[in-house]
């Protein structure tokens, strides 16, 4: 059993009631370090979740809980790299993002001209600048255009609501690339296989966050459980 199983449905049209569910769900679920913990060391017996988690070039995302279809959220866990770089983006789904460790920059952004192909990094003006740091927990709206640049080893837990749109802008400011970001179900098999979180991968990374994180290693939590189970 698990703190967000009984969180939802969540009704993301209204962001100020999903901000507030969403938010005490996942405090709730920080409070109780060993139920967090559970998740990320669940996920190598839960092929489903391993089959969405992503090793991207900025950050590794670790898919923690999925609710998607059923309750309208899905929970996962971002680990940041050395690399970090300004890229004013919008989301295809409204998110609540809680940061466990480290920091993000965090900027917003206003656009003068329509999102689309047309935007360049000129027309992407920072209103906002924060610096968010452990214990920083906020909502945001799929059309928010933010930037969160991070030091490096920042984790955050991010709970997503359902597909508002297609397709997400990025653009990097310091090369001026414009690109679009879709989700799974309108990627090839090639371009999901080469992002996809391997077990091996994913077991390096785990114990990295656990040394992190002050948790018991994994080993001797999942041979305790699995000896636990009746046979």
Not at 60 to 80: C, T
Request: hydrophobic share 40%; proline share 4%; aromatic share 8%.
């Amino acid at each position: 059993m698990s703190i967000l199983d009984d969180l939802g449905p969540v009704d993301w049209t209204d962001i100020d009631a999903a901000a507030l569910v969403t938010q005490a769900a996942v405090g709730a679920l920080v409070e109780h370090p060993t139920e967090l913990r559970d998740l990320v060391y669940g996920v190598e017996s839960r092929p489903e979740l391993l089959e969405k988690s992503e090793t991207l070039r900025l950050d590794d995302k670790i898919v923690l809980y999925e609710a998607l279809e059923e309750r309208g959220f899905r929970l996962r866990l971002h680990i940041s790299k050395n690399l970090s770089r300004e890229v004013p983006h919008n989301h295809r789904f409204p998110v609540t993002t809680f940061i466990l460790r480290g920091v993000y920059y965090h900027k917003l952004y206003v656009c003068d001209v329509p999102v689309d192909e047309n935007a360049t990094a000129s027309d992407m003006r920072p209103v906002f600048v924060r610096d968010e740091r452990a214990g920083a927990m906020y909502t945001m709206h799929d059309e928010t255009i933010e930037s969160n640049m991070t030091a490096h080893g920042t984790m955050s837990l991010l709970m997503r609501g359902p597909t508002a749109k297609e397709r997400a802008l990025g653009i990097d400011r310091q090369t001026g690339r414009v690109f679009w970001k879709y989700g799974q179900k309108n990627e090839t098999q090639e371009q999901l296989a080469k992002v996809r979180m391997g077990v091996d991968y994913y077991r390096e990374l785990r114990d990295r966050i656990a040394a992190v994180m002050g948790w018991e290693p994994a080993a001797s939590v999942l041979g305790r459980n699995a000896a636990a189970v009746p046979s």
